[in-house]
């Protein structure tokens, strides 16, 4: 059995790191390289970087930041923001990021996901879901342009479908991102998380509410996915990874050390 990975999340706006609630009113919490460098050295498995409003102001995110973040780390990380074209995954790969991840353009073109598939392999790609439960339909919705308040919408998609169709485009990995837990701490959306590993083979990310090592162990047995993202608890310093990692271990869970 594969270990399940720890993966702090690092919201890039503006070169610095932000961070969140229900993706809303982002305060600022340090240096992406300060920041990077400090999980790094806790224990993470890896990283994954949000540049969170590329998408919606039409651009790709920057390379100058991903290049010196590679000199820097000797773990995987993965980077999304804008790409929407196999020459812009090009330029983050080749600045040395391990991943790519899309999210609002695989809505915009789904093809996408196919066509950077084919060129960098399956295992480069990630899709990166947003999605939240619609109370008067008793279904989850995708969103989009979830980095900016004023651009967030929702899409045509329904989140269980297109879980299956990114995973038959080609997409290597997918990162649920249950909006309504979103930095509240309360928990990861058990019952949400276990709809989607229903749907997929290839590996699940869980992403949003965790707020106690607790809350990683229920969503790796429960919901049996393959990582667990986060972000405010280990920015806060709330829970060193490297506690987190031995509380695990001793649920039986395997995490690497």
């Not at 920041?35 to 409003?53: H, P, Q, S, W």
């Not at 084919?118 to 899709?127: L, W, Y």
């Not at 008067?136 to 980095?147: F, P, R």
């Not at 004023?150 to 990114?166: A, K, N, Y």
Request: aromatic share 6%; glycine share 8%; hydrophobic share 40%.
């Amino acid at each position: 059995m594969l270990a399940k990975r720890i993966i702090p999340c690092l919201d890039v706006k503006e070169g610095v790191v932000v961070k969140g609630v229900k993706f809303k009113d982002h305060v600022v919490l340090g240096e992406i390289l300060e920041l990077a460098l400090k999980y790094r050295n806790e224990g993470a498995d890896e990283l994954v970087f949000y540049d969170i409003t590329a998408s919606v102001e039409g651009r790709c995110v920057s390379t100058d930041w991903i290049r010196k973040t590679a000199k820097l780390l000797d773990i995987p990380f993965c980077v999304a923001g804008g790409i929407r074209t196999v020459a812009d995954a090009g330029e983050v790969l080749n600045a040395g990021a391990d991943k790519i991840s899309i999210n609002s353009p695989a809505i915009e073109r789904p093809e996408l996901i196919s066509e950077l598939a084919n060129t960098f392999g399956s295992q480069a790609v990630v899709v990166g879901v947003d999605s939240n439960r619609q109370k008067q339909e008793d279904a989850y919705i995708v969103y989009q342009y979830t980095g900016s308040e004023t651009h967030m919408r929702t899409s045509r998609h329904f989140t269980m479908q297109w879980l299956r169709e990114v995973q038959d485009r080609g997409a290597g990995e997918v990162v649920l991102n249950c909006m309504a837990q979103d930095g509240v701490g309360k928990g990861f959306d058990i019952k949400q998380l276990k709809l989607a590993r229903e749907q997929l083979t290839i590996p699940l990310v869980a992403s949003g509410g965790a707020g106690a090592s607790e809350h990683f162990r229920s969503v790796f047995e429960d919901a049996k996915v393959d990582g667990a993202l986060a972000a405010g608890i280990f920015h806060r310093s709330e829970l060193p990874i490297g506690q987190l990692k031995k509380f695990l271990r001793s649920c039986n869970i395997e995490v690497r050390p």
